[in-house]
């Protein structure tokens, strides 16, 4: 009941901010009046604000951006010991100096280090909490160009990346996870400098728990989708999520952007209710997952199940089932990858549940502007078989899906595949992966799929269970999320050049609207039947194998 | 020059399943490597087939055998059906070819006198004589004289049919057959390049080339190969870390079942089946291009007359103005159309005759007088006779040629204009000098059944324009009594072609046809141009079709055509996607029942054993390819109706359909194969 309630609120909540948020951004992406902040970072990166760029230009500055990104956090990460509030940590490992660059500039945030033992406070927040800002703000980026590419007709420019980032950073991001980290100070997340208090344990040992400025970090990992934590245990630890409130709190952060997005879109294209079914598909998959999740965690077999009432073990007490599922169901829909229990102890199921979120793309609801294109890209995939069947040269919002489009498609669905399938099946080939798996069986193959799929759909959640500290994970699960991300990222961009340069096809009524039940479903069918068909062979072997045992 | 003898429709019929057996060498040919490269989804069949023989020999069983055997029966079968439909053109093309003789013509040379040429040696611009009972050696068009042809050897029609010089029927065909009198023709095409060269080069495919949807769906399916060639690949070391290491043998039976090996399969034979369908219709289309976008058309251009009204406009009635007699009014009316070779004026003329009892043909008088033709930017014709000079025409050009002269118009002939007009009649102003003699009342017939017919347009999403010289009243009329979206009244040709532009303007595809040289610039410029072959040469260069029975209603039937093609992909591609749901529980289980025995629990179907099954799925994925070769080559039904209702029927019969068949068909090929010893 507790459960259901929080849902309800959280559906509320995000009900009350889904036009003004949404209207806001939408705002936010076609100003012509440049802030002054904001007309002072392009004096200084010498950008003129008013140009448009072709989207090969915008490529260019969105692949540029980043690779410069990585470099810079790499080193900072490298020359930790010549930096101030290094808390004496030494500098980071290659290995993990390597992984954590690429995890945090493609918004994956996948974490193979122990963030207490590791990063210092300046690495964490002049590196990790800018690289939350900026790589939220890229993905935002590249979601406007895709939207401007339907909404403009028989241009070549897609509007400029260098604007479309500092207005996403400076006019959306900054200013939500300002407020969102003072509602989280307020709700008992900690915001220290200091390296860690001393405690006397009940037995009479010492030990120093560590501190950090979490509430700051905790608000971008959420509103940004990024899910790094400042501790290990992520939104789990007390100091980051003490209790319901907060837990509820984040959870509501996770959503807030990709939800709004949607209204955004249909605001840009000029027909809100495109908005509003591409909402609704999300709305529906959220909720059919979060039901599963639920259902398999609170009817978990075997004893200590039973006794506890429900599948409790590696759960948080103050979360309790409800708030576990709820939060697991969000963080693994929308490529957050922060956690508040761990996914390993969940059942078949439920675990299976959160792995196939990630396996859908995700785009229920995705991540921030990433899940928006993903979403777009299944579309132009569903309106195609959809289009043919109604016998016309298929389109979506009145641009033609010609050969160049469903090529672009086509590439941008066909990179998660690859990398998490290829990923997963290599890892297991090697004779090292047996040894890094907690649990051996159809469970240890959950555990290494599900690392492959977080890396490669830059969800950044662990499964946990699996030790990804070799140079064969650091790597692999390296360059699974650069493709992941920016393979994509590449093809929407020129998806959306090849979109914006044609002319709209008006509608007619032998045009499918796109605004109906039955498009809704087609939608909703394709994304469910594309990730079933690609994924049922490996989650026979793990979750599926689990599951009807 | 070659031409036929035997008149022959064209067109393949139905279906016969004996074109399996006789297209079955065809289809052997085709498993050369260098032609299954083309199609990405069955080069992995036929890359999967060999990989599998090679396997069976070194270690046959007969699972391995069976398998192997099914799958180049895959690969046979895809084959099969492209070779059936490509075999029902070159029938056609082979009856043809098989009627062909050289003709020898007569070219007329500089100096006026005839020559004796082979027709292969006439060139562009040459003039030749064809009499009563030769053959017409080339294409062109009637520059002199007019006579009866026979021209069942294109269009399989055989009533002969008129073709005279000047106006809109002056174009022949080569191959076709004088009845008549004598014409000279001036040859138009290039020997090689002539309209029954390039009909047999389509009807063969020989020159078919991908449409851009087709390279779209291609890459779709080519991606959803790859994905399938992942999921397989990355299976083997999962299988063998869960202890469950499955031969190469099973996973290439896993792999040909997932990918569309359906709709990859049958994909050339409906495009193929497609321009057959056409070719059936009597329409030759110069691309599958134009098909396609026959389906996406959105505006049709149609003239009111001979499409939404019958024919020609006839005069029924001549009403006197003023003082004039009505006897005085026929005198002059057919004084005016006497030179006016269009049927509207020839109808003036033959009721002047029938009711007034004047002389049809013209006196030697007469026909020495000064002719002023018809022309578009005049809209007037007339005569010049011993000082009189008779105009007849348009009320507003008339009305301006009086007015010009000094003369007055009285406000009755507006009335008698307006009152015809909104009757739906055509009045036509006759004036003698300053004078007006009265109005002639030409009247059109709306043919039945269009009304309904632009209603199942309006559902599919098509506008249809009516193109008219008519006043806006006349206009309006015929276009409310025929039921069309919209009209374009007192249209001159530029007119038409700016309605075009400005429809592409806006997005929308246009069709149109036209017959005239007048239109040929129209029909260039529209998406879809179809050309009567009764029109001019000129008409039949410019558009991308040519309907050989000159209907151009067909106009209606060649978008349906466009939609039923690409209707037909879809449909089958989502078929082909939709089967993979039931193979995958035919053939996990199958695979992995042994390390997981919970996993048996979705062999939901039953089947007899892993091998069996496995061996069902492969065998239904085969059979399905020539169970479905029929639907390809004739189309999924099609019916007019709007966006929503198409899509939900289409997903309910080919998606839920996809699912449900292959449940059915394995189970029951499961029941066999269990009989076969070792299975």
Redesign the interface.
């Known amino acids: 009941m507790a459960g259901l309630l929080q849902v309800v609120l959280l559906l509320v909540a995000l009900a009350v901010v889904y036009r003004p948020l949404g209207d806001h951004m939408a705002r936010v992406y076609s100003d012509e009046k440049h802030w002054r902040v904001e007309a002072f970072l392009y004096r200084i990166v010498r950008v003129e604000p008013k140009t448009g760029q072709h989207w090969k230009t915008y490529a260019s500055a969105v692949l540029g951006f980043s690779a410069v990104s990585v470099i810079f956090l790499f080193l900072l990460q490298r020359l930790q010991s010549l930096l101030p509030l290094d808390l004496g940590r030494g500098p980071v490992p290659t290995g993990i100096a390597f992984n954590t660059a690429i995890s945090f500039v493609t918004n994956t945030n996948w974490q193979s280090y122990v963030p207490e033992a590791v990063m210092g406070h300046t690495v964490q927040m002049a590196g990790l909490t800018v690289q939350n800002f900026l790589s939220a703000a890229v993905g935002m980026a590249v979601a406007m160009g895709l939207v401007r590419g339907f909404a403009r007709s028989g241009a070549d420019r897609i509007g400029n990346f260098w604007v479309d980032l500092v207005r996403g950073t400076v006019r959306i991001l900054v200013p939500l996870a300002f407020v969102s980290a003072i509602v989280l100070v307020g709700l008992g997340v900690v915001m220290s400098l200091k390296s860690g208090v001393d405690v006397v344990n009940p037995d009479g040992s010492q030990s120093t728990i560590a501190l950090a400025p979490a509430a700051s970090q905790e608000a971008i990992k959420q509103l940004g989708t990024n899910g790094g934590g400042v501790f290990n245990a992520n939104s789990a630890h007390p100091f980051e999520n003490p209790g319901a409130w907060s837990n509820l709190v984040e959870i509501f952060l996770i959503l807030l952007i990709p939800v709004c997005l949607t209204r955004t879109f249909g605001t840009l294209v000029g027909n809100r209710r495109q908005g509003y079914v591409l909402l609704s598909v999300m709305g529906v998959l959220w909720s059919a997952m979060l039901a599963v999740i639920w259902w398999a965690e609170a009817h978990q077999h075997g004893t200590a199940a039973l006794l506890a009432g429900g599948g409790l073990e590696g759960k948080e007490q103050r979360f309790g089932i409800a708030g576990s599922a709820l939060f697991a169901n969000s963080t693994t829909g929308t490529s957050t990858g922060a956690v508040n229990a761990m996914h390993d102890s969940f059942s078949g199921l439920g675990g299976g549940g959160a792995l196939l979120n990630m396996l859908f793309g995700e785009m229920t609801p995705g991540g921030v502007g990433s899940g928006l294109y993903s979403i777009l890209i299944m579309a132009m995939i569903a309106m195609f078989l959809a289009g043919l069947m109604v016998g016309r040269t298929p389109e979506y919002l009145g641009k033609k899906l010609g050969k160049r489009e469903v090529t672009c498609a086509a590439i941008a669905m066909l990179a998660m595949p690859t990398v998490v399938l290829l990923g997963a099946g290599a890892a297991l080939l090697l004779p090292g992966t047996a040894a890094a798996l907690n649990n051996p069986g159809a469970h240890g193959l959950s555990e290494v799929l599900y690392a492959y799929a977080s890396a490669g759909n830059n969800n950044g959640s662990a499964f946990a269970g699996i030790t990804v500290t070799s140079d064969w994970f650091q790597t692999s699960l390296g360059l699974c999320m650069l493709f992941g991300r920016f393979v994509p990222i590449l093809a929407v961009l020129c998806l959306a050049g090849s979109l914006a340069e044609q002319r709209k096809v008006p509608q007619t009524a032998g045009t499918l609207p796109t605004t109906g039940p039955l498009f809704a479903t087609m939608l909703g069918g394709t994304v469910v039947l594309v990730a079933a068909l690609t994924f049922v062979p490996a989650l026979a072997l793990g979750p599926i194998a689990e599951a009807l045992a | 020059m070659t031409v036929l003898t035997e008149p022959k429709r064209v067109g393949a019929g139905v279906f016969a399943p004996r074109q399996l057996l006789t297209s079955l060498p065809d289809a052997l040919r085709k498993l050369d490597p260098r032609h299954q490269v083309r199609n990405p989804v069955l080069f992995v069949v036929w890359a999967g087939s060999v990989l599998v023989t090679v396997f069976a020999v070194a270690d046959p069983s007969v699972f391995s055998v069976a398998v192997a055997v099914w799958l180049w029966f895959t690969v046979l079968f895809a084959n099969l059906a492209e070779a059936v439909a490509e075999g029902r053109g070159k029938a056609q093309a082979e009856s043809l070819r098989r009627a062909k003789r050289d003709t020898v013509a007569q070219r007329i040379v500089a100096d006026g006198s005839r020559e004796r040429v082979p027709g292969a040696d006439l060139r562009v611009g040459d003039l030749v004589v064809v009499e009563a009972g030769e053959v017409i050696p080339g294409d062109g068009d009637v520059v002199e004289g007019i006579a009866t042809v026979d021209e069942s050897a294109i269009t399989g029609e055989s009533a002969p049919v008129i073709r005279e010089s000047g106006g809109d029927r002056s174009a022949v065909t080569g191959g076709t057959t004088v009845l008549s009198d004598r014409i000279v023709v001036r040859i138009a095409t290039k020997p090689g390049e002539s309209f029954v060269d390039r009909m047999i080069a389509l009807v063969e495919g020989a020159r078919r080339q991908k449409t851009?949807?087709e390279?779209?769906?291609t890459?779709?399916l080519?991606?959803l190969t790859?994905?399938?060639l992942?999921?397989?690949?990355?299976?083997?070391?999962?299988?063998?870390?869960?202890g469950?290491r499955q031969s190469v043998t099973v996973l290439t039976a896993?792999l040909v079942c997932?990918i569309p090996t359906t709709i990859g399969a049958l994909l050339s034979a409906i495009g193929i089946a497609g321009m057959d369908r056409l070719v059936q219709r009597n329409v030759l289309a110069t691309s599958g291009r134009a098909v396609?976008a026959a389906?996406?058309v959105?505006t049709l251009l149609l003239d009111k007359t001979g499409t939404i009204t019958f024919g020609n406009r006839q005069a029924t009635e001549l009403i006197p103005i003023g003082v004039t007699t009505v006897h005085e009014l026929a005198v002059a009316a057919r004084l005016s159309s006497l030179a006016d070779e269009t049927p509207e004026g020839r109808s003036i003329v033959a009721l002047c005759a029938k009711e007034h009892g004047l002389l049809k043909g013209a006196t030697d008088r007469e026909r020495a007088a000064k002719f002023v033709p018809f022309t578009a930017q005049t809209r007037m014709s007339g005569i010049d006779l011993d000082g009189r000079r008779v105009r007849k025409g348009a009320a507003s050009a008339v009305r301006e040629w009086v007015v010009d002269q000094g003369g007055l118009v009285p406000d009755e002939v507006r009335d008698v204009v307006d009152r015809i007009g909104a009757e739906g009649g055509t009045p036509l102003v006759c004036a003698e000098g300053r004078i007006v003699r009265g109005v002639i009342r030409l009247s059109d017939v709306v043919k039945p059944g269009m009304r309904q017919r632009f209603g199942e347009l309006?559902?599919?999403?098509?506008?249809t324009v009516m193109i008219t010289g008519d006043n806006p009243l006349t206009a309006r009329a015929i276009a409310e009594e025929a039921g069309v979206d919209d009209y374009l009244a007192d249209a001159k040709p530029e007119d038409k072609m700016a309605l075009i532009r400005a429809e592409q303007e806006?997005?929308?595809l246009v069709a149109m046809t036209g017959d005239g040289t007048n239109d040929a610039p129209a029909l260039a410029q529209a998406d879809v141009g179809v050309a009567m072959n009764t029109g001019t040469m000129a008409a039949k260069e410019a558009g991308n079709m040519v309907d050989l029975d000159s209907d151009p209603t067909k106009l209606i039937e060649i978008v349906e055509i466009?939609?039923?093609l690409?209707?037909t992909?879809?449909?089958l591609?989502?078929f082909s996607?939709a089967n993979?749901l039931a193979k995958?529980f035919a053939i996990?289980p199958a695979m992995?029942a042994a390390v997981?025995p919970?996993?048996d629990?979705?062999n939901i179907m039953h089947l007899h054993s892993p091998d069996s099954a496995i061996l069902s799925a492969v065998v239904f994925n085969a059979l399905v390819i020539v169970g479905l070769i029929p639907l390809a080559l004739r189309g999924v039904r099609?019916r007019p109706a709007?966006?929503?209702s198409?899509?939900?029927r289409?997903?309910l019969v080919?998606g839920l359909g996809g699912i449900v068949t292959p449940f059915a068909g394995i189970w029951l090929i499961d029941l066999l194969v269990r009989l076969i010893p070792g299975m």
Do not use: C, H, W
């Not at chain 2, 397989?232 to 299988?239: D, I, K």
């Open positions: 851009p949807n390279v779209a769906l890459i779709l080519a991606t790859i994905i399938f992942l999921a397989v690949v990355a299976l083997q070391p999962m299988s063998a870390y869960s469950a896993l997932l396609e389906g996406d959105s309006r559902a599919m999403g098509i506008k806006g997005g929308r466009g939609k039923q690409l209707i992909r879809g449909a591609t989502t996607i993979d995958y996990l992995f997981y919970q996993l629990r979705l099609y709007g966006a929503q198409l899509l939900r289409n997903l080919y």
